[in-house]
Every structure is written in C-alpha cells, then in structure tokens.
C-alpha cells in the first residue's frame, strides 16, 4: 500500500508542524488557524485508519463549531502580544524541565511498552472487523448499549455546562423595548388606522 | 514500471477525468447561474436584464469573467497578506470538493463514501472560514462586522441543519447519499420522497439553506445598506472573484443536497412511460434548476431580515422546532415498526 | 433488540437525575423568585433519593454492562454526601437571599453536583468515574463564580476551573496510559488482571500514579492543594459550606475504590504515595492554619489537615483503614457543617463578616452558639471526648495495625500542633470583649447548629454503634 504510506506520512508530518507552529506562531489568530490544519490532518489519519465517522465527526464538531468559536473569541480580543511573551523567558527552564520529565517518562513508557497477554481476554469492546458492519454502525451499538451509562452522563455534563453559561453571564437589562411579536401579530386594522374626512383648509 | 501504470496511474487518469467531469461543467454552470439569476430577476422586476452580449446577453457572465482577471488584485496595507489570498482560495476549493459525493445517478459518483452526507455536513460547515478569514485578515471593520455576523449566522443555522439531516437518516439508517437516494424510490414515485412525510423538515432545511449561503433574505454579512460589502468589502480583481464563485457553488451545492435528501435525487417524478424514458441525471440537473428558481425567486420576494430576527428564528424557533420533529420522527418509526435495518 | 440494563440499583441516581431536570423546568417556568420553592423541593428530592438508597439493594450489584456498581460501601457514602447537600441548601437560602444571589439555578446545579458524586462513588469503570468526576466538577466551577458580579467569585470560579481541568487532564493521561498497557478501563477487569500476580507493566504504574494525582487535586491533598484557600476564600460562604464536605466525601471515597478495587494488589507501588500525601497535607494544614485571619480560609487548611488524616486510613490499606476512614468522614460531615453553619450566621448589621475577631465575645452575646462552637472546635483538634477524637483513634489504630508507625506518630503531633489554632477560637469567643454583637441566626441555620453540635458531642455515642457498624460493612462490602 504505496499510497496509504505516502499519506499517511505527509498527514503526519504536517499535523506535527503545525501543532509545532500552534505553539510557536507569534499571532494568536494563526495559532488558531494552525490548529485548524491539525485536526484536518487528524481527521485525515482517522480516515486512512478506516475511522471515517470519527473523522467526519472531528471536522464537523472540532473544526465547524469549536474552532469557530474560538477565532471569534481570539480575533475580538486586543491582545498586546508583546506584553504577553514577557514571561516566557523566566518560565521556559521550569517549563522546559517538566516537559523533559514528561518526555523521558514517555520514553521509558515506550521502551517497556509490554502488554500483558490477559488483556487481550479482558478487552473491553472488540471492534469487529471492518467489512463487517460500517464503522457508524458499531460505533452505535456499543454506544447505546455498552456505554449508554457515559452516554447519558456526558448528557447531563453538557446540560450542566449549559446551565453554566447561562447563570454566569445572562443578564436581563432593564428598559429595552423588545419586539413582540404575537403583539404585531394580533394588532386589529381598527385599533391603528383611523379614515377620517378632512375638510378643505380645516386641517385634522 | 508496468505495474506502477497500472496501480497507479491508469486509475489515477480516470479519477482526473472525473474530477474534470464534474468541475467544467459545475463552472459552466455557475456562469449561467449568474446569468440566470440576472435574468429571472429583472423579469420580475419588469426590466430586462442582461441582452448586449451575445444572443440574449447569453455570454454576459463570460465577459463578466474576462473583466474580472484583467482587474488589478488589490491588497490593502496593514493586510494580513497570505490569509487574506488565502481566504477566497479556501472558498471556492470548499465549494468544489463537495462535490465529490454528490451520486448524479446510481453509481455516477466520484466517492462513493459510507460517510458521505456527514462529509458534505463537514464540508459546508467549513464555509465559514473563508469568511472569517477574508473579514479578519482585510483589517477593516466593515469587513470584520460583517464576516463575524456571517460567520454566526451560519453556525446557528447549522444546528439546525444538523437535526434535519438527523430526521431523514433515520427513515434511511444509512449515511451513504445514494442509499439516501435508493430509500426515497418505489411505485409511488414523487410520493415516495421525503419531502412529502418530512415536510415541515423540508422547508426548515431549505430556508436554512438560504441561511448557510448567506442569501436573500439572510444577506446580513453583504448588507451594503450598512457594511458596504461586508467580508468582500476590501477584495478586488479576482480575488473577489472566487468569492463570487464560491458563493453560487455553494447555492448549487445547497440545492442539491436538497435533491438528494428531499426530492429523490436522479428517481423520475413518476415510474411510468414518459418519464422514464429521461435519463437520471436529467432529472438531477432539473431538481436543482427548480431549487436555484426559487433561491432566486426568494431573493426577488422578501425584504431582508434584521438581525436579531435572524437569530431569533434560527434559535427560538427552528431549534426547538426541529429538535421535536426528530423525537417525533423517532416516535413514530419505532412505534410502527417503520425503522430501516 | 439488546436487553435492556438492569435499572434497579441505579434507581437513585436515575430518581435524582430526573428530578433535577424537573426542578430546572419548574425554576425557568416559575421564574424570578422561585429560590425557596426549588430549594425546599430539591431538599425533598434528595430525601427521597436517601430513601431509595436505604431500600436498594445492600449486595454488591454491577449494572450497565459493568460501568455502574452499588455496593454498602456506595450507599454509605451517599448517604453522606446526600446529607451534607441537603444541609447545605438548607442553610443557603437565608445568605442567597440578603446576598441578591437568589437564583433558582442554585439549589438545581447542587443537585446536578450531587449526582455527579453519586456517579463517582458508584463508578466500576474508568469511564464512569470520569463522567461523574466532570459532571460534579463542572457544576462546582460555575456555583463557585456564582456572586458573579464580585472580582474574588469570580477569579475563585476560574482558577478552580483551570487547576481542575489539569487535574482532569493528569487523570485521563493516566487513565489512557492504564488502558493501553491493561487493555480495558473496567474495575473488575483491572483487578482481575493485577490479580494473577504477574509484576504490571511500567505504564501501567505510572497511568496508576497519574490518575491518583487527578484524584489527589479533588481532595485537595498536599501538593495538590494550591487551589483550596482562594477558592474558599473567593467563593460565596454558603458555597464554600458545600465544597468543604460533599465534594471532599465523594472525592475521598471514589479515590479509596480505586485504589482498594483495581488498584488492590498494587499496594506496594501506591502506599508511599498516600503516605507522603497524607503527612504533608497534616502538617500544611496545621502549621499554615496558624497565621490565618480569615475563617474562611483557616477552614480550608484545617480541611486539608482533615484530608491528611483520612488518608492516613488510606495508607494503611486494610479493612479497618477503610472503616476508619468512613467513620471519620462522618464525623467530619457534622463538624464541618455545623462550623459552617455559623460562619454562614456571622451578620453583623446587615452585612457578611468573615475574620476571627469578628466572633469575639460570641459567649455574651450568642451563649448557646458559642458553646456549639467551641463543641466543632474541640472536635476538630481531636481532643476527647467529642467525636473528632474517635476519628482520628480509628485512623490511627488502622495505621499502627498495618505497621505505618510513623506516620501514626507524625499525625498525633501535627494533631496537638493543629490544636492552638482551634482552641484560639474558643478563647476568641470566650476571653475577648464583645465588640459588635452578631444578628440572630436563622431558625434553619440555629436548628442545623444545635442538631450537628449536639451529634458531635454527646448523641455520637448513643448512635455510635450504627455508624460504627455501617461503617464495618461498608468497608467490608469493598473488600469481598
């Protein structure tokens, strides 16, 4: 498979520059807009890995509607950036340092990467095999059965966030004229429109 | 090097002929759709329209397009450079790779995805960052208000776009298009369509349409009466261009999408003699023609809406209008015993 | 078609669940003002939720494909937290109300909370224990912003939302790892798993250790404790009443099933972990609560010191350091809740106070609290006889047995140290001159008052045998 290895590399290669430069760019619109190009190129590995709903997805919810929201909040701040990047110096050895720490532990992680011959027994869901049912469809049949406990959970999380974002920044102002519009509706052509006879000269 | 030809290139020949198949003519089509568009207007307004060029003004938008490459492409100081390029480019490139799972008969389709209706979801819900890119990187606030009203326009009516789309996969139980399609034939002809049991859907998805592709009377991000040109203000040559273009693309994309899940994509209106006879992608071409009339005919009608009312009817009323046809639709397929399997 | 999950061991949660969207309805239909009505009727919710608890099933049941468990040691806990929520509300209404904090969204995103923990507790499965954690700690992050229109709320909100969602993330990093070296996220399978005896893999020790620092950062133990005072301090009084016990009970009891449960048999790999936690949050909480004014946040480092000795019953990882430390969450629950109870009553002229000198010469003015008050205090220190000392001798004793002497050692002495800064408040009350006298207490808040001192010292014998034994089968029930 000549091919699926060709884009499999040019995926990958641009996922990691641009995570590289989500982090490294200087204006924060062109972070965002570099993470937007990850999750392309994730959502292009999920594609080559056969996941096409999971990658359907991620471009759809991540890409259509979170990233959108974040450029709009990233684009309407006035940030000086300047200002911004003046701690970065007096942060980066602590930063560094713990990011070496992660990165030796993962290492040593991989190194060691042996999994344990049971758990391929104990695995939780085995996927069935691809040409067997498509992958939309066992995706839902282990969400709505195995995992409907996290399914409705996750309900009741993003109900919560909702309830969130209302209390904390609703606010209803006082004195604003609103338009009503069963009000407009049911006004009567008897109510608002007089025909009166005005007389010449005489004015109403 | 004999094997490499026939992998590889051999199949990689036919998909270029395709792609081609299918983009020339969606180009051509976009310049008549202009043409069109001019024309149907100006005769509901009682004038006109385009006739100087060509017999009956016929290679008008041809002109149009020349004119457009001549100008000069204007960049303003203080621009974001590669974004601003960038913007239109991603517009137009959106608008033609949808293409690449529309089915134009059983069969006839470049990618015949199991995904395809989510695909096409994902790439219209890409729409929106040419506009905000264009409007942010024109550093301009008339550019910027208007691609910021654009730009929530359309992620509200996406939502509610969503949650139709979710009402007809569940009469298919298939996310492929031309499973969608195959699930909307039978003896009854345009009976069978899911514009007929899915109605009050139907017209939600078509006016969100309108909404997602910023037309009349959801043209707020253009509004001239108040942001000049909205996101476009600051392009020029043909860089505005590919915006122009990208814009009926999209109106075609979005009619036949309609097509494909209200109104039986390439099946004739009756199983019968006389309509048979038409082959199917006539049929397509046509459905999406009537879709464009009254995108047209829409524009001509209504007086635009302000924004709030925008909102109010994205939010307040097709959400929740939409969300209950689904549980509704759900409802009933399980209570009769209607799901597909 | 596939069977439907057996629902009756979940039917709490799932009681409580709906409730609390019925409740949301009745608050948006009612509309301004509805406070009271939703809180009474979310006090009633949680009543009937406590009911259905007690008739449940007592045996271990796994339910929803292995994601769910209800055991005696889930329905004690819950049993807890239902309570500490249900006070909690209570002893709201009166502050939300002279606060113009009256919104019906309160009592609702309690509830929402409350059922987060429920699902914490209740957790089998990796998966599970995430969902309930996020679903308790979101409904946290906003109640804590709540007084949005005050700077401190609203940086407390914030910064618990940013240290939380790091700690969420150290948690689901460890969670990945432990999948991907084990190959599934389910308790039993996990437990099963260790249970051969083969040596873990690596990743499977360092996903273990991760997902015990995500839990550590909802206990606020030492040193993932940075986040405790501020946002004790910043939070509305009757909020931090709230995140002071319930949260903490959750917190502590879901991390003791994970490490008991799956974890079991790793023993040797977490137990210097929970060691180092627990002294160094006993001797934070003693020695940092010395220098403090405010109560508020004296009671967020006496609350990690608490947190410290419960995880000294952690430590010891038997059966009697389990027992131990459910009796002493206990105790906690009524000291805690009663301590609150009147900093929630400490008005004067019409306005909140919340430093220790405020309380001075409570004795003349308000005799009876006063002595409630030195009750919780002395309870606190530990000193015999009230309640707190049994706790702590619970604790301790578990420690001892399982050989961890020095720890044991260490928690007596930072125990006498934590003792001046308890006993100063008594001698606040009592030596200092009354300067401005407090307002009458609500009748919810002094009936909440007496009932919890009158617990703490002297009905916690009478009754001490029931929790003494529910407490047993509860940590037997874990055991199995």
Redesign the interface.
């Known amino acids: 498979m000549l091919l699926t290895g060709i884009a499999f590399y040019i995926f990958a290669a641009v996922l990691v520059a641009a995570a590289v430069m989500v982090i490294s760019a200087k204006n924060p619109v062109h972070s965002v807009l570099y993470l937007i190009v990850c999750f392309f190129n994730a959502a292009g590995l999920f594609v080559l890995m056969g996941a096409e709903f999971v990658a359907m997805i991620l471009v759809i919810v991540y890409v259509g509607a979170v990233a959108v929201l974040f450029l709009f909040v990233v684009m309407m701040l006035d940030i000086n950036f300047q200002e911004l990047r003046q701690g970065f110096l007096q942060y980066l050895p602590i930063g560094g340092l713990i990011g070496l720490v992660l990165a030796i532990e993962l290492l040593l992680i991989v190194g060691t990467w042996v999994i344990a011959p049971e758990t391929s027994a104990v695995a939780a869901a085995p996927s069935p095999a691809i040409d067997a049912v498509t992958n939309t469809e066992a995706l839902g049949r282990i969400m709505y059965t195995q995992y409907v406990y996290a399914f409705q959970a996750s309900g009741l999380i993003l109900l919560v966030a909702m309830i969130g974002a209302i209390v904390l920044t609703l606010r209803s102002r006082e004195g604003v004229r609103k338009q009503s519009i069963t009000q407009q509706v049911q006004r009567k052509r008897e109510e608002v429109l007089a025909v009166r006879k005005v007389p010449t000269r005489g004015g109403v | 090097m004999g094997e490499i030809w026939t992998t ?1 290139g051999f199949p990689g020949v036919i998909i270029v002929a395709q792609i081609l198949a299918v983009t020339v003519p969606l180009l051509i089509a976009v310049a008549y759709m202009v043409y069109a568009e001019r024309k149907v207007l100006a005769m509901m307004q009682l004038r006109q329209g385009p006739n100087l060029v060509g017999p009956w003004g016929l290679l008008q938008s041809f002109a149009d397009a020349l004119k457009m490459i001549g100008k000069e492409m204007i960049i303003p100081a203080g621009a ?1 450079r590669v ?1 601003f390029i960038f913007a239109p480019v991603l517009t137009m490139v959106l608008a033609l790779v949808a293409w690449a799972v529309i089915p134009f008969d059983l069969g006839w389709v470049i990618a015949d ?3 395809g209706i ?2 096409l ?2 790439i219209s ?2 729409g ?2 040419g506009i ?2 264009a409007g ?1 990187a024109s550093n301009s606030k008339y550019a ?1 208000l208007g691609s ?1 009203r654009s ?1 929530a326009q359309m ?1 509200s009516y ?1 939502v509610s776009i ?1 949650l139709v789309i979710i009402t007809v996969l569940l009469c298919v139980g298939s ?1 492929n298009l031309t499973d969608i399609i195959v699930a909307q034939s039978g003896a009854g002809g345009f009976w069978g369509w899911f514009f007929v049991p899915l109605f009050p859907m139907f017209v939600i998805f078509f006016i969100s349409a309108l909404a997602e592709t910023n037309r009349a009377p959801f043209d707020l991000p253009e509004g001239e009466s108040e942001l000049v040109g909205g996101f476009h203000t600051e392009y020029s040559g043909m860089t505005f261009g590919l915006f122009f273009l990208g814009e009926y693309a999209n109106m075609i994309l979005m009619s036949a999408m309609t097509t494909v899940l209200f109104l039986g994509g390439w099946l004739p209106p009756l199983e019968m003699a006389p309509f048979t006879w038409i082959p199917g992608p006539v049929w397509f071409v046509l459905k999406i023609a009537f879709c464009l009339f009254v995108f047209i005919w829409v524009r001509a009608t209504l007086p635009r809406y302000r924004y ?2 925008l909102m109010r009817l994205g939010w307040k009323v097709f959400l929740p209008f939409s969300l209950i046809w689904v549980v509704l639709t759900a409802g009933v397929l399980v209570a009769f015993g209607w799901l597909p399997d | 078609m596939v069977a439907m999950p057996d629902l009756l061991p979940a039917l709490p949660e799932l009681f409580l669940a709906c409730a609390g969207m019925l409740l949301l309805m009745i608050g948006v239909f009612r509309g301004e003002g509805s406070l009271r009505l939703v809180s009474w009727l979310a006090v009633g919710a949680l009543l009937v939720t406590g009911v259905l608890l007690v008739l449940g099933p007592t045996e271990r049941t796994v339910t929803f494909s292995g994601l769910f468990v209800s055991d005696s040691f889930a329905v004690f806990a819950k049993l807890l937290v239902l309570t500490a929520t249900a006070l909690t509300i209570i002893l709201s209404q009166r502050y939300l109300e002279t606060e113009q904090l009256a919104r019906f969204e309160y009592p609702v995103l309690l509830v929402f909370a409350t059922l987060g923990m429920m699902g914490m507790i209740s957790a089998n499965d990796l998966i599970a224990l995430y969902v309930g954690l996020e679903l308790q700690s979101l409904s946290l992050y906003v109640i804590a912003a709540f007084k949005r229109d005050f700077a401190k709320s609203s940086e407390a909100g914030l910064k618990y939302f940013v240290l939380g969602a790091l700690s969420s993330g150290m948690l689901l990093y460890g969670a990945s790892l432990v999948y991907g070296f084990a190959g599934t996220t389910n308790f039993d399978a996990l437990a099963a798993l260790f249970a051969a005896g083969e040596t873990p893999a690596v990743g499977v020790i360092v996903g273990m250790v991760f997902v015990a620092a995500g839990l550590a950062f909802k206990i606020s133990a030492v040193p993932f404790h940075m986040w405790t005072p501020d946002v004790y301090e910043g939070a509305p009084t009757s909020v931090t009443a709230f995140f002071a016990v319930a949260p903490k009970i959750a917190a502590i009891t879901l991390f003791i099933r994970v490490l008991v449960d799956p974890f079991g048999d790793l023993l040797a790999q977490w137990q210097q972990v929970i060691w180092f936690c627990a002294v160094a949050s006993m001797i934070l909480g003693s020695l940092a609560a010395i220098q403090q004014s405010n109560i508020k946040r004296l009671m967020a480092y006496s609350s990690i010191g608490h947190i410290g000795y419960a995880l000294v019953g952690l430590a010891a990882g038997t059966e009697a350091g389990v027992r131990g430390v459910l009796i002493y969450m206990a105790i906690y629950l009524a000291m805690n809740v009663g301590t609150f109870a009147i900093i929630l009553s400490m008005r004067v002229q019409g306005r909140m106070v919340e430093e220790i000198r405020d309380l001075s010469g409570l004795s003349k003015s308000h005799p009876m609290m006063a002595l409630a008050m030195a009750i919780f205090m002395w309870s606190m220190a530990g000193v015999p006889p009230a309640a707190g000392f049994f706790g702590k001798f619970y604790v301790f004793m578990a420690a001892v047995d399982a050989g961890l002497i020095v720890l044991a050692v260490i928690g007596v002495i930072t125990s006498v140290v934590s003792c001046y800064y308890y006993l100063r408040i008594i001698k606040v009350m009592y030596f200092d001159d009354l300067t401005e006298p407090l307002e009458r207490p609500s009748r919810a808040a002094s009936l909440v008052i007496a009932g919890t001192a009158l617990f703490t010292f002297p009905v916690f014998f009478i009754f001490s045998n029931a929790i003494l034994t529910g407490a047993a089968t509860a940590a037997a029930s874990l055991f199995q």
Request: no cysteine; glycine share 4%.
């Open positions: 590889y974001n974004v995805i199991n995904v989510l695909y979801f994902a819900s890409l929106v960052y905000i890119m942010w910027f910021l730009a992620v996406e969503g996310l709030d009312q």
